[in-house]
Nanobody, 119 residues
Framework: QVQLVESGGGLVQAGGSLRLSCAASGTYFSFNAMGWYRQAPGKQRDLVARIASGGTTNYADSVKGRFTISRDNAKNTVYLQMNSLKPEDTAVYYC?????????????WGQGTQVTVSS
């Protein structure tokens, strides 16, 4: 059974930094893409950053220049370095692993980790 386990969330003051990690287990394949989404109370879950197996990245406009996503393909692990955090970054952050198999797309999710930024 595929599992994604996040770690690294917590409480930080505005302007501070956090590093999230997400390790995948139970897979016999490598994800085509891994990413981070976040969901604030009362809002939808939105993409924060994604990285493909080849290293191509994309970011939400709101985090460009502050967040950096990286991955270790050998370990099926993805990281999110978050700098210059703002109160509006407060949310539950979810790790996502995406696999394309023939014409189908399969998404796997972690349980989420809370990030709280105080002003």
């Amino acid at each position: 059974q595929v599992q994604l386990v996040e770690s690294g969330g917590g409480l930080v003051q505005a302007g501070g930094s956090l590093r999230l990690s997400c390790a995948a287990s139970g897979t016999y394949f490598s994800f085509n893409a891994m990413g981070w989404y976040r969901q604030a109370p009362g809002k939808q879950r939105d993409l924060v950053a994604r990285i493909a197996s080849g290293g191509t990245t994309n970011y939400a406009d709101s985090v460009k220049g502050r967040f950096t996503i990286s991955r270790d393909n050998a370990k099926n692990t993805v990281y999110l370095q978050m700098n210059s955090l703002k109160p509006e970054d407060t949310a539950v952050y979810y790790c996502n692993g995406r696999r394309f198999y023939y014409s189908s797309q399969y998404d796997y999710w972690g349980q989420g980790t809370q990030v709280t930024v105080s002003s």
